[in-house]
């Protein structure tokens, strides 16, 4: 018996995302073999035996935005590769599909996992935050079968392998329902979920107008934005950069805020990232609690100094 990870590739290719599952299934694995199936082509699927992967398939024709079909394919995969574990990301297509998967398996499911499983007694201990992240539970899943969704940034990519060669799978593809009548592809940085380095912006920046200077500090560091609920309610910025409890959850290495109060619902949002920087001309702003590294001034003055700075230190000045 084997653990399966799913991983989509982007655009013809698979990032750190798809490595980092490589990594978390052959540890979720043990004794195991950790085999992953790409859904999809990726010119790079054989670096996936360099992150984890002993084996690695590849499916293609697969439609992934419809969940019925997706979690079909990758069930009956599951049977085919005699798979005791399922592992997929926990982004949109991930938390559509996993339930699905779970149910079609009998296994028992859990999400958003953001550390590998222990194995106990052929039970495997899986821990994620609760509670908005201001505690951890841990769930052991009883049954023979199992199916995790695992946030992104839960684990470092590691090389453990060499490059593999792939295989293709076969299992049947039913035809869909449903059609996709557009598609837009968000171009640039790294997506939120999977960013190493964000910077973030709240309703101190006035308005939609003053957010260069924010990009700008982005564009110095290489960073991928995002913002506080407000902002985007406000459309200064796209409903896709939102971070918070009602908005996405990351865990980057470095967070950035600047201009935002750090409201708890903002928090819930982003207080697993691993360094906060906030710069906030308040003193008593509630998120200097949650930070590790503090600016106060007004964010006009402070961050094109900054940026200036990063740039002049990415120079080698
Ligand atoms: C059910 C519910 C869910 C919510 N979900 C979310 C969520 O997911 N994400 C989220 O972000 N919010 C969420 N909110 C809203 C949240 O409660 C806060 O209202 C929001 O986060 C505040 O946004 P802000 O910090 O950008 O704005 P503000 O609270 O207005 O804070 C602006 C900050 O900018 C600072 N500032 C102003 N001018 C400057 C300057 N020149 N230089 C430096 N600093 C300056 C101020 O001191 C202040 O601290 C939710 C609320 C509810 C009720």
Known sequence: MSVLVIVEPNNGTINKGGFELATFGKLTAGQDKCLVLVVGKASNAGD????????????????VHDSAVYSKVIADASEKLSCHTVII??????????????????????SAANSVP???????????GVFSGKAFATYA???????????????????????????????DVPPSTIEVVAKETLS??????????????????????????????????????ACSRPVA???WRPHHEHV??????????????????GAIQ?????????????????????????ADYGIVGDLFEVVPKLTEEIKKLKAGA
């Not at 990351?250 to 109060?261: D, E, F």
């Open 48 to 63: 996936l035996g360099i992150y984890g992967a002993d084996e690695v398939y590849e499916i293609d024709q697969v439609p």
């Open 89 to 110: 990301k926990a982004n949109a297509n991930g938390k559509a599909t996993a339930g699905r998967v779970a149910i079609k398996l009998g296994a028992g499911l859990v």
């Open 118 to 128: 222990e194995s106990t007694g052929g039970q495997l201990q899986v821990k994620r």
């Open 141 to 171: 899943i009883t049954t023979d079968k199992k199916v995790i969704t695992v946030l992104g940034n839960s684990i470092q990519p590691k090389e453990m392998g060499s490059a593999t060669s792939v295989q293709s799978l076969q299992v």
């Open 188 to 225: 640039g940085r790294a997506p939120l979920p999977e960013a190493e380095l964000v910077v973030s912006g709240g309703r101190g920046f006035k308005g939609p107008e003053n957010w260069n200077i924010l990009l700008d500090l982005a564009d110095a560091l290489d960073a991928t934005t």
């Open 233 to 235: 309610d406000a459309d």
């Open 244 to 261: 918070g409890q009602t908005g996405i959850a990351i865990r980057p290495n470095l967070y950035i805020a600047v201009g935002i109060s």
């Open 266 to 290: 903002h928090l819930a949002g982003v207080n697993n990232s691993k360094t906060i920087v906030v710069i906030n001309k308040d003193p008593e702003a509630p998120f200097f609690k949650a």
